[in-house]
Antibody, heavy 122, light 107 residues
Framework: EVQLVESGGGLVQPGTSLKLSCAAS????????MSWVRQAPGKGLDWVST????????FYADSVKGRFTVSRDNSQTTLSLQMNSLRVEDTAVYFC???????????????WGQGTLVAVSS | IQLTQSPSFLSASVGDRVTITCRAS??????LAWYQQKPGKAPRLLIY???TLQNGVPSRFSGSGSGIEFTLTISSLQPDDFATYYC??????????FGQGTKLDIK
């Protein structure tokens, strides 16, 4: 059974840092590009960052570029998101999600975690 | 490329046939996916390549379209189908772009 379990969310003040983790199991983790997608309260889905299966390529939304860093440890099958200089507008549930390898469903978010809430407030 | 869903809100009854539309700001061939999200839960992939059902998705869901206009149809609404639906284009990424969502609730 595929499982993605996020952790590390919480209530923080603007300007501070937080690190999210996502523990993966049940699939060949190193073959899957992985992403973080967030959802502000009552709002839609907002892509944050993606990392390739090897970890050699990373991508960021303009809104988080320079502040967030995605990384992965394929030996531990974990995905991380280091979030610095947090802003009130970063408040959201953060989901980790996996992209299937291969062409057929390329680019889709096939596997999802349950999400972890990050609240940025003074 | 931007995606616009319509309607944003939809009320329907069990057994109804419903259609949600997703329009792209430029042609994206058939590079489109649909997701279902229930309150407090993660999204679930329903359809990719505009019309291919993900494993385990009931056959009452179907997708169609190509180019700039796409539809998600539920042939006979079931109580489990009341949720918010999002489209996502797969044409060129990143960034990964979603539509704004369509909330389907019970009439």
């Amino acid at each position: 059974e595929v499982q993605l379990v996020e952790s590390g969310g919480g209530l923080v003040q603007p300007g501070t840092s937080l690190k999210l983790s996502c523990a993966a199991s049940g699939f060949d983790f190193s073959r899957f590009a992985m992403s973080w997608v967030r959802q502000a309260p009552g709002k839609g889905l907002d892509w944050v960052s993606t990392i390739s299966g090897s970890g050699g390529n990373t991508f960021y939304a303009d809104s988080v570029k320079g502040r967030f860093t995605v990384s992965r440890d394929n030996s531990q099958t974990t995905l991380s998101l280091q979030m610095n200089s947090l802003r009130v507008e970063d408040t959201a549930v953060y989901f980790c999600a996996g992209h299937p390898p291969g062409v057929a469903a390329a680019g889709t978010f096939m596997y999802w975690g349950q999400g972890t809430l990050v609240a940025v407030s003074s | 490329i931007q995606l616009t869903q319509s309607p944003s809100f939809l009320s329907a009854s069990v057994g109804d046939r419903v259609t949600i539309t997703c329009r792209a700001s430029q042609g994206i061939n058939n590079y489109l996916a649909w997701y279902q999200q229930k309150p407090g839960k993660a999204p679930r992939l329903l359809i990719y390549a505009a019309s291919t059902l993900q494993n385990g998705v009931p056959s009452r869901f179907s997708g169609s379209g190509s180019g700039i206009e796409f539809t998600l149809t539920i042939s006979s609404l079931q109580p489990d189908d009341f949720a918010t639906y999002y489209c996502q284009h797969l044409y060129n990424y990143p960034p990964y772009i979603f539509g704004q969502g369509t909330k389907l609730d019970i009439k």
